[in-house]
């Protein structure tokens, strides 16, 4: 599976975007997906991910309640809802997956994700 994220851009502080991860392929259902951020000069973050069925989701605790992670599989297509975000949520965004089902205590790793997509980058001003 080829992976596209976009719907980074310049945001204010408090203010809010959506990124959006469009799938090729026509198994989009079959995998689990997630959301990684790296931040200039650190490592990479896990943020969000969720299971095959849409309903088992994860987060990092400082994006909860803030964040919301969703998929469509009509449109081969996850999404990262963010809300009052912070200076500090300032990273490249990326998106991964993973074919079949994950436990919930390995999708904040990122080395079970074999496919990847390009960064978009999210900058937030104070």
């Known amino acids: 599976v080829q992976l596209q994220a976009s719907g980074g851009g310049l945001v204010q502080a408090g203010g809010s975007l959506r990124l959006s991860c469009v799938a090729s392929?026509?198994?989009?259902?079959?995998?689990?997906l997630a959301w990684f951020r790296q931040a200039p000069g650190k490592e990479r973050e896990f943020v969000s991910a969720?299971?095959?069925?849409?309903?088992?989701?994860k987060y990092l605790d400082s994006v909860k309640g803030r964040f919301t992670i969703s998929r469509d599989n009509a449109k081969n297509t996850m999404y990262l809802h963010m809300n009052s975000l912070k200076p500090e949520d300032t990273a490249n965004y990326f998106c991964a997956a993973r074919n079949g089902r994950i436990i919930l205590s390995a999708m904040s790793r990122a080395d079970v994700y074999p496919y990847w997509g390009q960064g978009t980058l999210v900058t937030v001003s104070s």
């Open positions: 969720l299971d095959l069925n849409g309903i088992t989701k």
């Open positions: 392929g026509r198994t989009f259902s079959e995998y689990a």
